[in-house]
């Protein structure tokens, strides 16, 4: 199944003064292998939200990562400014 990915605008796109950095999703997938490529996240806000069984790589940098809600994966993350939460 291909990766439900959406970006959310940040602040600063929607005319507010923000230095929070884009969001990027992947998430509610069974079974699937998600891959984020150099250049896709560049540097925003990864969530991984509702995940089973699913083998992720993201071999590109982000700002933050949020796990949340992951059964039995595999995922390696490139990169991380910030911090990286799981619950």
């Known amino acids: 199944a ?16 923000s230095d929070e950095p884009e969001e990027v999703y992947l998430e ?8 984020k490529l150099p250049g896709d996240v ?3 806000v990864l969530v991984l939200r509702d995940l089973e069984d699913c083998d992720v790589h993201v071999l ?3 700002a933050r990562v949020l796990l949340e809600d ?17 619950r």
Request: aromatic share 4%; net charge negative; with cysteine.
């Open 42 to 44: 560049e540097g925003a």
């Open 60 to 62: 590109d940098r982000t």
């Open 70 to 86: 992951c059964v039995d994966c595999r995922i390696m993350i490139g990169p991380v400014e910030g911090s990286f939460v799981m």
């Open 2 to 17: 291909p990766a439900s990915t959406a970006v959310s605008a940040s602040p600063a796109s929607q005319g507010y003064d």
């Open 28 to 35: 509610s997938q069974r079974g699937a292998h998600l891959t």
